[in-house]
């Protein structure tokens, strides 16, 4: 009931045209996602990456990018049911998330979370989570009490390569170990660029021996 008064009030709208539109995409706009999505699994071979595999939606380019922007520095939060509704439509995606058992959106600090007012993964990760037990009867648990950010630090889209890498270190603390253990869990991250951030929250991940780490992103530089 609380959900339709607040969709009278404030009624969903495309996230790209800005046209009223409950699914938050317009068929209009669908077609130039469509047009942008990779919608990409890669599977990692390198020894010094702690995840197995990386599942990317767009490139971080043209509309994406700028769209990634609005949601992530101009107070557009939300455009995290666009997003979410767009990327459960690839089947091949939509089956890929469905193997994991749980997934834990990239932190950030409490600082960068009062400046921001959301943390832009969790949206996500949390409206992933929450359409997949609603229309799809999956359970993926949304885990929030594991991965803590515990420095806050420089935003990674303000450095360069070398000090992204430097910037990422040391600054994730993993917790309650017993709840990822022996788990398929799925990362989520807004962009990856250098992979130093996912690649810093994997490393910690994986202390509590699950049976599998993924990173799933919106988009890939």
Same mark, same amino acid.
Not at 16 to 25: P, Q, V
Not at 142 to 149: A, D, P, S, V
Not at 150 to 160: G, V
Not at 200 to 215: D, L, Q, R, Y
């Given at each position: ?178 709840? *990822? ?5 799925? *990362? ?27 990173? *799933? ?5």
């Amino acid at each position: 009931m609380l959900q339709k008064i607040q969709n009278i009030i404030y009624p969903q709208k495309c996230g790209i045209c800005g046209k009223i539109n409950e699914k938050a995409l317009c068929k209009k706009c669908q077609k130039i996602l469509e047009n942008e999505a990779i919608w990409k699994i890669e599977e990692n071979q390198n020894p010094y990456i702690f995840f197995n595999e990386l599942i990317s939606i767009f490139k971080y380019d043209g509309i994406i990018r700028e769209k990634i922007i609005d949601y992530k520095f101009n107070e557009k939060s939300y455009l995290y049911k666009m997003f979410v509704n767009f990327l459960l439509k690839d089947v091949k995606i939509f089956e890929k998330i469905k193997e994991y058992d749980i997934i834990v959106p990239v932190p950030i600090s409490k600082k960068r979370k009062k400046e921001r007012g959301y943390n832009q993964s969790l949206l996500i990760a949390k409206e992933i989570s929450k359409q997949l037990k609603n229309k799809y009867n999956k359970e993926l648990k949304l885990e929030t009490k594991c991965l803590y950010k515990i420095k806050n630090t420089i935003e990674q889209s303000k450095l360069n390569k070398e000090e992204r890498e430097k910037n990422a270190q040391n600054v994730y603390e993993l917790k309650n170990q017993q709840i *990822l253990r022996n788990k398929n869990v799925l *990362l989520f991250d807004d962009i990856y660029t250098t992979g130093n951030t996912a690649n810093s929250c994997c490393k910690e991940i994986k202390k509590a021996e699950p049976t599998n780490i993924g990173v *799933l992103v919106l988009a890939k530089d």
